[in-house]
């Protein structure tokens, strides 16, 4: 079995397990760790979450995030000013990072995405260089009413999760749902 397929296969036995009630929200947001390199095949096969979701009685809903950086900075007042001089673009880490929170609490607040269904948060590693993973999820935790899903290129090793194999690694309560053979967090 490869990567994603032990992935997938760790993401339906866990899905399935009955969702406890009253959960704070760190333990309502689900990190879905993989290595960087299985990005294109975990969503060549994204389908199969969902319908790994769906068989287990839940409601499945995506936010991709991977063009949301493009796209607000294609809308932002100054963006021709940070087109000519990219160097600039350091100036709006903040305003950026509170713009995928916006988005992402906007998402978890929609009708279907109540307390049976699955978040899932697809093209995480678009907001690299711009926002931090920890800092949006911990932002956002509070809308969550069923589960969040991170897609995770990166590890996760002694509750610590490294994002893209770039940088040091942040501690966060989110469960996770690894590649590892046979292997899924209870």
Same mark, same amino acid.
């Given at each position: 079995?490869?990567?994603?397929?032990?992935?997938?296969?760790?993401?339906?036995?866990?899905?399935?397990?009955?969702?406890?009630?009253?959960?704070?929200?760190?333990?309502?947001?689900?990190?879905?760790?993989?290595?960087?390199?299985?990005?294109?095949?975990?969503?060549?096969?994204?389908?199969?979450?969902?319908?790994?979701?769906?068989?287990?009685?839940?409601?499945?809903?995506?936010?991709?995030?991977?063009?949301?950086?493009?796209?607000?900075?294609?809308?932002?007042?100054?963006?021709?000013?940070?087109?000519?001089?990219?160097?600039?673009?350091?100036?709006?880490?903040?305003?950026?990072?509170? #713009?995928?929170?916006? +988005?992402? @609490?906007?998402?978890?607040? &929609?009708?279907?995405?109540?307390?049976? $269904? /699955?978040?899932?948060?697809?093209?995480?590693?678009?907001?690299?260089?711009?926002?931090?993973?920890?800092?949006?999820?911990?932002?956002?935790?509070?809308?969550?009413?069923?589960?969040?899903?991170?897609?995770?290129?990166?590890? #996760?090793?002694?509750? +610590?999760? @490294?994002?893209?194999?770039? &940088?040091?690694?942040?501690?966060?309560? $989110? /469960?996770?749902?690894?590649?590892?053979?046979?292997?899924?967090?209870?």
């Amino acid at each position: 079995m490869n990567t994603t397929d032990r992935l997938i296969h760790n993401y339906e036995r866990f899905v399935k397990l009955p969702w406890q009630t009253g959960l704070a929200g760190p333990q309502r947001v689900w990190f879905a760790v993989y290595p960087p390199t299985e990005e294109r095949r975990v969503r060549a096969k994204l389908q199969q979450f969902e319908m790994d979701t769906r068989a287990a009685d839940h409601r499945w809903h995506v936010v991709d995030l991977t063009t949301e950086f493009g796209a607000w900075l294609g809308q932002h007042e100054y963006r021709d000013a940070y087109f000519s001089d990219p160097t600039a673009l350091s100036s709006v880490e903040d305003e950026f990072r509170d #713009h995928v929170v916006t +988005r992402l @609490r906007e998402e978890c607040s &929609r009708a279907e995405a109540d307390a049976n $269904a /699955v978040v899932a948060v697809l093209g995480i590693g678009s907001i690299f260089g711009f926002a931090s993973v920890s800092d949006v999820v911990a932002k956002v935790e509070a809308s969550i009413r069923g589960r969040l899903l991170i897609f995770f290129p990166g590890e #996760h090793r002694s509750q +610590r999760y @490294r994002f893209m194999d770039a &940088r040091d690694g942040f501690n966060y309560m $989110a /469960v996770p749902i690894t590649c590892a053979a046979e292997v899924f967090a209870a």
